[in-house]
């Protein structure tokens, strides 16, 4: 009787996480399949193969619509903001992690307070230091925006996982003669690497998928983001849906690969947050 039970709870489960897959992932493969579709293919039999694999959707958007400028836009915006915050919010977690002093504890909460502020409730102050920056219609302006993204979850991650790494090392360190950023950089940093990979994939993720800041802050082709270009995208190919889907693949492709290179390290630095608290 007990072998039957665990005989039908494996059976259970595994229909669960089957059933999981198929409807997290299939929207995603029915676009990419899509892609390489007619439209006539695509109103006429969606969930068939294409006829044909070629690429001419994909070149056409690259030599037509300048996407290759969209996309290093993309990667250079996101990849500044994202480097830049996980240096300033590993110093922030770090020193709260490791050192005793008067409102630690009310730093930690007002950042991790930042978590329930929505984000456009501050569209009106970061608007007006923009301008009064001079930076409206320029990517360091996004940057500048990206910088404050992510900022509570990632000290949460990264305070966590300081934490975790033994005071005795640090100690042991400063014995020798280290100072407090070769404690930093030389003892502590390679120790919380996987803290640091997680906070740094969702940032990215967040930054690479933002579309209220880039529509507000950026007006000439020359400093659009993918994800403002996609909606652009999806008004005029309105009735082209292979563009349509080949354009998608384009923007979402990048962080589903990031992603899932990463994703044992997040899984394991989440949980591990999780249980520390």
Known sequence: MNKTKKILSKIFTYVVIVFTIIVSTFPIIWVIISSFKTNGEILSSPFSLPSSINFDAYMYLFEKYDFLTYAINSILITSVATLGSLIIYALGAYVIAKYDFPGKNLFYVLFTLTLLVPAHSRTQPIFSLIMKLNLYNTREALMLVYLSGGMAMSMFILKSTFMAIPKSFDEAASIEGAGFFKV????????????????????????????????????????????????????????????????????????IIIYSIAQEQVQESLASSGIKG
């Open 184 to 255: 930093f950089y030389k003892i502590n940093l390679p120790l919380a690497k996987n803290g640091l990979l997680t906070a740094g994939v969702l940032m990215f993720l967040a930054n690479w998928n933002e579309y209220y800041y880039a529509s507000l802050l950026t007006t000439s082709t020359q400093n659009r983001t993918l994800p403002v270009v996609m909606l652009l995208f999806n008004e005029a190919f309105s009735y082209d849906y292979t563009l349509t889907f080949a354009a998608l693949v384009i923007v979402a492709l990048p962080g």
